[in-house]
């Protein structure tokens, strides 16, 4: 099982189930269950909630997710192509392992997920807060991440090269272990670089 960021383990799971397929979790909540193998290909998730669950080789590709919960859970190899995220919960979950070919993220809290590594070139994060997220090592080619709060985030040696980051926190943002080359930012973001730089900006 993938350790969480600083050392805490996964939560321990008190049910187990397979194949979940034509699951409809709207409205639903679920704690400390884990889920394996199972296919949640265009699922219409409206405000399920999943506390301390484990996904296993899940698949949420092209799945809708609307004002929904997954806190403190723990994803493993699980595929989220296309998948789309609008103002959910998502604090303090894990992903290891995982693909995220056109994901998309609309608003909600993302702090203090743990996501090392991640392939996420081409997607989009707009409006969403990610404060405290491990996002290190991130590979973020070609992504939008418009307008978010990356406050606390441990960003080292990340690639967020040609992303589009305008309107987003980059205070603590080091830009001297981030690959920021041909990004998009705005003006005042322009100063916060350059001053992180050591550089003294003057009219």
């Given amino acids: 099982m993938a350790d969480r960021k600083h050392g805490r383990p996964a939560p321990a799971t008190d049910s187990v189930v397979r194949d979940w397929d034509d699951a ?5 909540t ?4 884990l889920f394996i193998d199972s296919d949640l290909t265009e699922v219409a998730n409206q405000g399920g909630v999943f506390e301390e ?3 296993r080789g899940v698949r949420f590709n092209a799945s809708r997710h609307t ?3 997954f806190v403190n859970c723990t994803f493993v190899r699980c595929a989220f192509f ?3 995220f609008t103002r959910c919960k998502l604090m303090g979950s894990m992903f290891d392992d995982c693909t995220y070919n056109l994901v998309k993220v609309e608003g909600g809290d993302w702090s203090f997920v743990g996501l090392p590594g991640a392939d996420l070139r081409g997607g989009q994060f707009i409006g969403t807060r990610l ?3 491990d996002l290190t090592g991130l590979r973020a ?3 939008t991440l418009r307008d978010v709060d990356f406050s606390g985030a441990w960003l080292h040696r990340a690639d967020l090269s040609a ?3 305008r309107g987003s926190d980059l205070s603590t943002i080091d830009p001297l272990t981030v690959n920021l080359k041909n990004a998009i930012v705005d003006l005042t973001q322009a100063i916060v670089i350059t001053t992180s730089l050591g550089l003294d900006v003057r009219p």
């Fill in 141 to 143: 080619t070609g992504a």
């Fill in 67 to 69: 004002d929904a919960a």
């Fill in 53 to 55: 669950c484990t996904f």
């Fill in 163 to 165: 992303c589009d980051l």
């Fill in 82 to 84: 296309d998948a789309t």
């Fill in 131 to 133: 404060r405290e997220a």
């Fill in 24 to 28: 409809d979790p709207s409205g639903q």
């Fill in 30 to 33: 679920y704690t400390r269950v």
